[in-house]
Nanobody
Framework: QVQLVESGGGLVQPGGSLSLSCAASGTIFSVGDMDWYRQAPGKERELVASTRRQYIDYADSVKGRFTATRDNEKNTIYLYMSGLKPEDTAVYYC???????????????WGQGTQVTVSS
C-alpha cells in the first residue's frame, strides 16, 4: 500500500505564513510528479504547485508567495505559504504519481487533505 500523509494547515491571519508537508510511504519504487492542489468551497480543485524532480511550477495566483520544495530521499513535498490572503482558504491536497514496483504502471495517489483558513 502507498499512503500520502499530510501535515500542517490551520487558521492564520491575512498576511501570515503557514507550512504544509506531505510524505509518501509504503511500497515505492519511484516517485514522479509531486504536486499541491487546493479546493475552495463551491470551486473546482486547482493545481497550486507542481514539482517534477528539480522543476517546479506555480499557479499565477500564488507565484511570489508560495514556495514548494521536495526531498526526493524522503519522498516528501513541502509547501511554504506566505502573504496569505482570504482567497487562499481551501482544503489543500497533495498528489503524487508513484510506481510501486518496476513492473507496475504508474498510479495517482492523493493525500487526505488539510484545511487552510485565512481569516482575521
Amino acid at each position: 500500500q502507498v499512503q500520502l500523509v499530510e501535515s500542517g494547515g490551520g487558521l492564520v491571519q491575512p498576511g501570515g505564513s503557514l507550512s504544509l508537508s506531505c510524505a509518501a510511504s509504503g511500497t515505492i519504487f519511484s516517485v514522479g510528479d509531486m504536486d499541491w492542489y487546493r479546493q475552495a468551497p463551491g470551486k473546482e480543485r486547482e493545481l497550486v504547485a507542481s514539482t517534477r524532480r528539480q522543476y517546479i511550477d506555480y499557479a499565477d495566483s500564488v507565484k511570489g508567495r508560495f514556495t514548494a520544495t521536495r526531498d526526493n530521499e524522503k519522498n516528501t513535498i513541502y509547501l511554504y505559504m506566505s502573504g496569505l490572503k482570504p482567497e487562499d482558504t481551501a482544503v489543500y491536497y497533495c498528489h503524487a504519481k508513484i510506481w510501486r514496483t518496476e513492473f507496475d504502471p504508474v498510479d495517482d495517489y492523493w493525500g487526505q487533505g488539510t484545511q487552510v483558513t485565512v481569516s482575521s
